[in-house]
Structures are given as structure tokens and as C-alpha cells.
């Protein structure tokens, strides 16, 4: 194989934290190939992530539903197939996944022995029950590794390189106090969310008691939770509007990237801002309920996992079926704490 010559396509996830946590992989393999063709498979939604990482070319999709998306997927299937990749590496489980690359006629297909897809790989790789234990990115790691035949060094403090000019932005509206920023929201359902009057209530405490900036994040779906936080800290405590910041659904991914870098703690949920955060070296205070925070948590030793005490978890349920307990059992002054110990 001559590694100067040749094109590899990777089909990421199509959620925010799964890419961020492909990419110890994903560095690895560039140090492995550093003169190869490294591109990337990627929900339109998730390309601006990529931008900041060492890939060679961002390849967006967007499938309809349905009839439709056939259609798509053998249309984008043509597209793969006229770049003449050598190789794909399919980094999620599913079928869909590997459908188009099959389809491309990669000549080399690597991916998980899952979801009935075998037939559909050159490389179909059995998921060992050790890997049951680690944490995801060590999944993909591996996936990489049974690929080429050897081990290969994978740091996990991963640097996304965020654009200076939107650093420079940034940077230009930014005070000189110490920033925390808050992610109250989650796309994965409300069960994984600490409730909002805790956020509101951390929030004033830390403006009062450490004369900080708040700056509350989210995605365009978080918008009405994360305005719910920001209403309840002007309700309870009017004097620290002039110290938090809603900036939720405003931000595109780089510029997201950006403030976090800003941020000196990012207190959170288990969400893929929690993951961004992580990788422009913020560190994170998250706080786990019904996730499993043994195998997805940010990534990075200096992190803190604010884990629930309660039996029922994680559960991994999208909404609880009872009191939600998970998420009450943790107070406010025991995240403070964490927070201080961060700061």
C-alpha cells in the first residue's frame, strides 16, 4: 500500500458528540497517512465540525425520508464512486451507514459486523466483549487498529483548530471577568436535563459569590429551555442580568467552538456542546442522570462527572417514568462546589 497515493473516505455519525469522539481516531490515522487523501462522510448539519480537524475534504449529505432518500443514496453512492477512494472506514453500527459506500463500489469497506450489513464490508469486524467496558472512543480506536493490522498511538486531548477570524470576533465581545457557561438543554430528551431552577439558581451564585459572566448555550432546539433558564435568573434575581448572556441558537458550530474556548468551566449536560467544550480544552463540569457516564463521557482527564447516586441509574431512558430523581438528588451547592474547584 502506498501511503503517499492513497484516498480514504471516513462515514461519520450523525450526532454532534459521536463525531467528536471518532476523532482521537481520526488524528491517529492522519499520523499514520500523513501525505494520504483523508475525507470525511458527514450529515450536512455536522460538516462545520470537521472544519477543524485535520481531514482533507468534507463530503456533506442530507437523505430525504422514504422513497426519496433511495433515490438520494443512490445518487450520492455515484458521486462517491467517480473520487475513486481506495478505502471507507464506517465508524457507526448501523445499515444505512454502510449502504451508500456499498454502493459506491469502494474497493475496501471496513466496518462493525452489526445490523445485519456483513455481506455489504470486505472487513467485517466482530465488536469484542471487552470493549463492553471502555469508554466509545476507544471503540473506534480499535475499530482503526483491526484495520491496519497494528496498534497505533491515539491521544484523547484532542485540539478542534477554531478559525481565527471567528476567534477574533469573539474574542472582541468578551469582558475581562472569568466566563461559566451553562448548557441546560439536550437533544437526547429532557430525562438527562438538570432541572432549570437549579441553573437558575447556580447562575446567581456564582455571579454574587465570584463576580463571573454566565453564558448560557444550546442548539436551535434548546432555544425555549435555555430561555426558560435565562427568565428564571432575571425573575429571581434581576440584578445579574447584566452578567449572563443567552446566546443559544445563534452560534454556528465554529462560533460555538469559540465562546467555549472562552468559557473557564462549561457546567452541562450529557450533550454534544459537553464534547466540544472538551476538545478546545474547556473543562467541563457534567452532570450525568440516566446517561452512562462510564462510557461517554468528555474527553480528557481533568473533567468532573457529577454522577446521580440513585439505583435506577443510568437507565438511558429519553424521559423518566417516575420522579426523575437522577437529576434532583444533585444540588446546587454540591455542582457549586465542583464549579469553584474548577475555577
Given amino acids: 500500500m502506498n501511503h503517499n497515493k492513497i484516498k480514504i473516505l471516513l462515514r461519520a455519525s450523525n450526532w454532534l458528540g ?9 488524528y491517529a490515522l492522519r499520523e499514520v497517512f500523513p501525505n494520504a487523501h483523508i475525507a470525511i462522510m458527514v450529515k450536512k448539519s455536522m460538516s462545520d465540525v470537521w472544519k477543524m480537524t485535520p481531514v482533507d475534504e468534507i463530503i456533506p449529505f442530507n437523505f430525504r425520508k422514504g422513497i426519496s432518500g ?25 445499515f444505512d451507514s454502510a449502504l ?14 452489526t445490523d445485519g450489513r ?9 465488536k ?29 486531548n484532542i485540539r478542534l483548530s477554531i478559525p481565527s477570524e471567528i476567534e477574533n470576533k469573539i474574542s472582541e465581545s468578551i469582558s475581562e471577568k472569568k466566563i461559566v457557561g451553562l448548557n441546560p438543554g439536550s437533544t437526547y430528551g429532557s430525562a438527562k436535563r438538570w432541572l432549570s431552577d437549579y441553573y437558575a439558581e447556580l447562575a446567581i451564585k456564582l455571579v454574587k459569590e465570584k463576580n463571573v459572566e454566565i453564558l448560557i448555550f444550546g442548539g436551535p432546539g434548546d432555544k425555549e429551555i435555555c430561555n426558560e433558564v435565562f427568565e428564571k435568573i432575571i425573575q429571581k434575581e434581576s440584578s445579574t442580568k447584566q452578567c449572563c ?19 473557564c468551566c462549561l457546567v452541562t449536560n450529557d450533550t454534544g456542546a459537553m464534547h466540544i467544550a472538551a476538545a478546545v480544552g474547556t473543562t467541563v463540569a457534567a452532570i450525568f442522570g440516566p446517561t452512562d457516564w462510564s462510557s461517554t463521557p468528555p474527553l480528557g482527564s481533568d473533567h468532573k462527572l457529577i454522577k446521580t447516586k440513585v439505583e435506577c441509574a443510568p437507565c438511558m431512558k429519553r424521559e423518566c417514568p417516575t420522579d426523575h430523581s437522577c437529576m434532583t438528588s ?6 457549586y462546589e465542583v464549579v469553584i474547584g474548577i475555577m
Avoid at 18 to 26: E, F, K, Q, S
Avoid at 70 to 94: G, M, T
Avoid at 120 to 126: A, D, E, G, V, Y
Avoid at 255 to 261: G, I, P, S, T, V
Fill in 245 to 263: 448572556k443567552n446566546i443559544a441558537g445563534k452560534t454556528s458550530i465554529t462560533e460555538l467552538a469559540a465562546w467555549l474556548k472562552k468559557c
Fill in 128 to 156: 469484542p466483549d471487552f470493549l463492553k467496558e471502555k469508554q466509545q472512543f476507544l471503540h473506534y480506536i480499535y475499530l482503526i487498529e483491526k484495520w491496519l493490522g497494528k496498534k497505533i498511538y491515539a491521544d484523547e
Fill in 100 to 113: 451508500v459506500p456499498f454502493l459506491a463500489k469502494i474497493p475496501e469497506k471496513i466496518g462493525w459486523a
Fill in 118 to 126: 456483513s455481506f455489504m464490508l470486505t472487513k467485517s469486524i466482530p
Fill in 70 to 94: 433511495l433515490q438520494d443514496r443512490w445518487n450520492f453512492a455515484k458521486i462517491l464512486k467517480r473520487k475513486e477512494f481506495d478505502s471507507v472506514v464506517i465508524f457507526p453500527n448501523s
Fill in 330 to 335: 444533585i444540588s446546587v451547592e454540591e455542582v
Fill in 18 to 26: 459521536d463525531n467528536i469522539l471518532t476523532m482521537p481516531a481520526v
